[in-house]
């Protein structure tokens, strides 16, 4: 354990042997692993966690870690050519930089984080980048990641906040906000079809829902509440359960965890993708809060 100076602050080697740094308030306590820049918990005071890890979860050097928020980039899903790059892109697999803690006027405290270009990354997407991530701990949680491109051409991304929701029971939740919006159902042979009503999570879903800069709610009738889950830079959100059958070809993810989780996600993918101009910058971001 070390101290930062910031009575709020410590970081510490966590599960693993990997590098954290947890940020404790009036408001709230969330940890941050600096492998993966990645938020995995955060519980804002007098609440249950909100964010669902698995217990199974590998944390090692080159595994990505399954819950939290993980970072999927500079590419969402499998590399577009190269099906034995890493699933989701590089960014989660990597340690970050933490740059500071501060406390802001209001009692928040606002971590920043780095990440930039080596012969390691570049071996895999050969784009000079730097990425700068922003976590807002209070009574929401706000996740930004700006993406940069230090390249002399411009580069095209696909990214998304990874977001992990811990639920009281997954079949007894409903998701509602993406009413009327065009969906492309990844289980159906890509079929774009349109959402009615509320989401239910009672089998596999995997849905890239299109063109909405809407926000979502999660009501979770067994843990009596509700998460709010909006976003920003994002035209593509992902829902994703993937239910019995599927979660048992995870060797990261226990037979039975699918009925505590699931994951939406503010994304940039499919037509929603990034084209950054060199010099240019995108910021996506996700932010959270609870309601009763």
């Known amino acids: ?65 399954r819950g939290g928020v993980p970072l999927c980039w500079p590419w969402f899903g499998p590399h577009p050519t190269d099906r034995e790059k890493p699933m989701h892109g590089f960014a989660r697999l990597h340690d970050w930089r933490l740059v500071q803690v501060t406390t802001t006027p209001e009692g928040k405290s606002i971590a920043v984080l780095e990440f930039e270009d080596s012969p390691a990354t570049l071996a895999l997407w050969p784009h000079p980048f730097h990425l700068r ?5 209070g009574a929401h949680l706000r996740i930004a990641l700006t993406m940069a491109n230090r390249a002399a051409e411009e580069v095209e991304i696909t990214a998304a906040l990874h977001s992990y929701f811990l639920l009281g029971e997954a079949g007894l939740v409903h998701i509602t906000g993406l009413d009327d ?21 009672d089998r596999e879903i995997n849905r890239i829902y299109l063109e909405t800069g809407n926000s979502c709610t999660i009501h979770d009738p067994l843990l009596e509440r509700q998460i709010m889950v909006r976003k920003e830079g994002s035209q593509s959100t992902v829902v994703w359960n993937p239910w019995e059958e599927r979660s048992r070809t995870f060797q990261d993810l226990g037979d039975e965890e699918y009925r505590k989780m699931v994951c939406i996600e503010a994304g940039n993918v499919r037509r929603d993708r990034i084209l950054l101009p060199p010099s240019a910058s995108h910021t996506l971001a996700t932010e959270f809060a609870l309601m009763h």
Do not use: C, H
């Open 1 to 65: 354990m070390t101290s930062t100076g910031n009575p709020g602050v410590r970081t510490f080697a966590g599960k693993g042997g990997l590098p954290m740094v947890e940020v404790e308030n009036s408001e709230a306590r969330a940890v941050i692993s600096l492998y993966g820049g990645q938020v995995l918990s955060w519980q804002p005071k007098g609440e249950e966690e909100v964010l669902f890890t698995s217990a199974r979860s590998w944390f090692e050097p080159g595994k990505a870690i």
């Open 133 to 137: 991530l922003e976590v807002e701990v």
């Open 181 to 201: 919006t065009f969906y492309i159902d990844t289980l159906q042979q890509e079929r774009t079809t349109l959402q009615q009503g509320q989401i239910k999570i």
